[in-house]
């Protein structure tokens, strides 16, 4: 580790799949990300304390406190951020948060932070809920680079809608009555389907190596601490299916699931996400300002990520996010604007939590952010992660006058 340009520079934490190459931004882009950084010789911004907690919108952009009495002036869209904030209110959810972030520089657009009850705290880099069904995505990127799986690759199955047990992992036609392609599995959130390609296909070393590519039992880069998403993958077979279709095991922070998603739009490059934009002191002035693009390094092969796109885009068009995503009489409301997500859905019952995850970025083929919302509500809940995503997309295009998107109603 070094810091070069003022920018702390990390060495590409990833190896490219296929050849477990070290693979990298190009020299232009990496010759961007030394732009940015420390206007003087003073600590990263991690040490700088900066409380996005505290994150307050003012009429002329957003700001949050740092140590010291320095102030974080942050990427936030102001209008955004108060459309996602008022969604979450609206949705009288627990506890909730939002990410958006623009897909080519990795500046977010809107980090809003909900607690119905006890102090603010910032969710955002916590990393405490289950991955749940968003843990599809790094098995689907295994099964694509380690199995040769596409899309429309086929598997036949039984049961499994709600849990999978060791008799739904064995093929049987008499019981294999339903077939799926491993796109339409993905938005339908199949988990049988998962489960079975995962066990014929992959193994503990396999999409544990897929999931350290996505940063798994890492710390994110970032602005702030963040807390490192965790995967541990059991021995036994049954078990480590299970894993595999997103059943307990793993854990994301929402900046993470932002991150999955915005390495995908990237096409496997690693963009550094941030927030801060600048910071100053009272006393000494600007002290830092960030740069416009950090690529990190690759994480996945540009023609994995084209699969896995074409995977997630069957969650708005005809699966378990199409319903949040069109009116009663199945209108969408974001016209001709195709969307590539994932949901997760996971219920602890010890604790009456019932955590629901929507992650993705749109447009699908031509991406412009991407997103994370996670939702926590109790097992008698009003909205869900998915309706939450589709009102702060819903703003986000509204507000660049996409043609036939409304501003959301609440």
């Not at 961007?32 to 009429?59: C, I, M, Q, R």
């Not at 922070?253 to 390495?263: E, G, H, K, W």
């Not at 949901?343 to 412009?368: C, H, M």
């Amino acid at each position: 580790m070094a810091i070069a340009g003022g920018i702390l520079c990390l060495a590409p934490l990833m190896l490219d799949p296929s050849t477990g190459a070290r693979a990298e931004g190009s020299s232009e882009e990496l010759a961007k990300a030394k732009a940015g950084g420390f206007s003087k010789k003073v600590e990263p911004p991690p040490l700088f304390g900066v409380n996005l907690a505290a994150l307050k919108v003012n009429p002329d952009g957003a700001v949050a406190p740092a140590h010291g009495g320095r102030v974080a002036r942050l990427t936030v869209d102001p209008a955004l951020q108060r459309h996602a904030e008022k969604a979450l209110q609206q949705g009288q959810i627990p506890e909730a948060a939002v990410v958006l972030i623009d897909v080519k520089s990795g500046r977010i657009l809107a980090y809003a932070n909900h607690v119905e009850a006890g102090p603010r705290r910032d969710l955002i880099v916590e990393a405490k809920a289950p991955a749940a069904s968003v843990f599809k995505i790094i098995t689907g990127t295994a099964l694509v680079d380690h199995a040769g799986v596409t899309p429309d690759t086929k598997q036949c199955y039984w049961g499994g809608e709600h849990k999978v047990d060791a008799a739904n992992l064995v093929e049987n036609p008499e019981k294999d009555k339903w077939c799926s392609t491993v796109a339409q599995a993905m938005g339908r959130s199949l988990n049988t389907v998962f489960a079975r390609l995962a066990l014929k296909h992959l193994d503990r070393d396999k999409l544990s190596q897929t999931a350290r590519s996505y940063g798994f039992n890492q710390a994110p880069v970032f602005d702030v601490p963040v807390a490192p998403h965790t995967l541990e993958l059991p021995e036994q077979s049954l078990e480590f299916a299970r894993t595999a279709a997103g059943f307990w095991n793993s854990t994301l922070s929402p900046l993470a699931a932002a991150q999955v998603a915005l390495t995908v739009a990237n096409r496997g490059l690693l963009v550094k996400p941030y927030v801060v934009d600048t910071i100053s002191d009272p006393k000494d002035g600007l002290l830092y300002r960030a740069s416009p693009r950090t690529v990190l390094g690759r994480a996945i092969r540009p023609e994995t990520a084209d699969a896995v796109t074409v995977m997630m885009e069957s969650t708005v068009s005809d699966g378990t996010g199409f319903k949040a995503f069109h009116d009663s009489a199945a209108r969408p409301y974001l016209p001709n604007i195709p969307i590539a997500s994932k949901t997760g859905t996971l219920i602890k019952q010890s604790s009456d939590q019932f955590y629901t995850w929507f992650v993705g970025f749109a447009p699908s083929r031509n991406p412009e952010v991407a997103f994370a919302v996670l939702a926590i509500n109790k097992t008698t809940w009003r909205v869900k992660a998915n309706t939450v995503a589709r009102q702060v997309l819903q703003a986000y295009f509204a507000a660049k006058k996409a043609p036939g998107v409304a501003t959301p109603k609440y």
